[in-house]
T-cell receptor, first 114, second 110 residues
């Protein structure tokens, strides 16, 4: 099976712009989670989608949003970009939300905000 | 206040040494994860634990739910084990939100 894919891999934006990142989970996986990783804050949970519904959300402002499509692909959007949004954005998928499910991570999208 | 604390932050070992990384957490959890991140960013999930102990090759992970503590052991360490190891927990009180430790940077010297 193909792994989790994320596009684009690298992105440069300027302050005030918006950005959309895409994540394609492993075939058959219905849960997709998004994470932000920065040198200062480490890994932080953004949100989780399961069957097109947001099931959980971390402590991020409303500028961060996401959605999941019927084929389980997910997108996250960041509006009105700030310098502090520069980070590695990772998504991970798993089959369901059961306790026995491990997560499979994508390679990440490295976003730089100038 | 950090929900997940890891120690040590940095660790240098000689090849062949036995390594232990510790993780303590303060929230109720449904599962604890150990992740490995190599330079360049890719993250691999090593273990997911809700109780007891798991072993995979030279890696062993244990969890003590009562003490809210987990350990990751690497036996016969090898330079290819050099990576950042991250402990993460899924909190039960917050609908399975993930909390992460700050990671342990391991360098294994040949």
């Amino acid at each position: 099976k193909a792994g989790v894919t994320q596009t684009p891999r690298y992105l440069i934006k300027t302050r005030g712009q918006q950005v959309t990142l895409s994540c394609s989970p492993i075939s058959g996986h219905r849960s997709v989670s998004w994470y932000q990783q920065t040198p200062g804050q480490g890994l932080q949970f953004l949100f989780e989608y399961f069957s097109e519904t947001q099931r959980n959300k971390g402590n991020f402002p409303g500028r961060f949003s996401g959605r999941q499509f019927s084929n389980s692909r997910s997108e996250m959007n960041v509006s009105t970009l700030e310098l502090g949004d520069s980070a590695l954005y990772l998504c991970a998928s798993r089959p369901y939300r059961a306790l026995t499910d491990t997560q499979y991570f994508g390679p990440g999208t490295r976003l730089t905000v100038l | 206040k950090n929900e997940v604390e890891q120690s040590p932050q940095n660790l240098t070992a000689q090849e062949g040494e036995f390594i232990t990384i510790n993780c303590s957490y303060s929230v109720g959890i449904s599962a604890l994860h150990w992740l490995q991140q190599h330079p360049g960013g890719g993250i691999v999930s090593l273990f997911m634990l809700s109780s007891g102990k798991k072993k995979h090759g030279r890696l062993i992970a244990t969890i003590n739910i009562q003490e809210k503590h987990s350990s990751l052991h690497i036996t016969a360490s090898h330079p290819r084990d050099s990576a950042v190891y991250i402990c993460a927990v899924e909190g039960t009180n917050t609908g399975n939100q993930f909390y992460f430790g700050t990671g342990t940077s391991l360098t294994v010297i040949p």
